[in-house]
């Protein structure tokens, strides 16, 4: 699916992209509002939702190469947060929905989860 | 390849608005020169989580990344509490981050495991009062 279409199906509003939305595939999604355990489960690609506003989330979603992100439960990203988005081209989306319900709409429309490794041996 | 490449960084403690300016800097510099992906993906995990642990926990300290002909090595140097318990600290979900660092998604517990679980060679040694080592090699045909 694309970011455009799936933009649509959680009523999202887009506040920072300058590149054609139908262009940037989101293959998977990973929700989680812990950036650790995005850092640590996160599959290459993954659109991320989280309902955290600070400026690490940008940051992570930086060195992850994620596609976009995805604010939800209508919270609105902090200043320096939106700033480094637009500087590093990664589009932010705000969804008033729940992170639950968001999860259940893009599921339901096929999009497929993050990939969780399993635990390496010791 | 001719000479390694060398980064250095001081990293400030408990300043989480520029918190991973410096991890940027090395991954852009491994696409830059070309680096596989997944390497520059693993090598961005390790720098992150390394200098956010600088940052948290060790009031600041040093991110080194060299890049030669078949691998990188990023490395930090801190004079931060040190890790009693090592070990302990490997563990998953373990953790010690104050209620700040969780507000900003860390503390999880994941951040040693998950630099280990990226790295092809993991060395840490921590000294409480002194301070901690960790060196994190990655090869590129590996």
Redesign the interface.
Known sequence: MNLKELAELIKAEVITSDRDLSEITVPFVSAC????????FCS?GSLLL?G?T????V??A????LPAVVFVRGKIPLE?TVNLAKESGIPVLLSKYSLYEVCGRLYAAGVKPSYVPQ??E? | MAAPVCMEYRIEGNNFMVAGTASNNIKNTLKMLGIQSDVCRRAAVIAYEAEINLVIHANGGILKAVISEDKLEISTEDEGPGIPDIDQAMTEGYTTASNQAREMGFGAGMGLPNIKRNSDLFEIESTPGVGTKLISTVFFNK
């Open positions: 509002d812990l950036m650790s355990d995005v850092l640590a290459p989280t955290l600070n400026i690490q989330i940051r992570t930086q060195m992850l190469d320096e635990p390496r010791a």
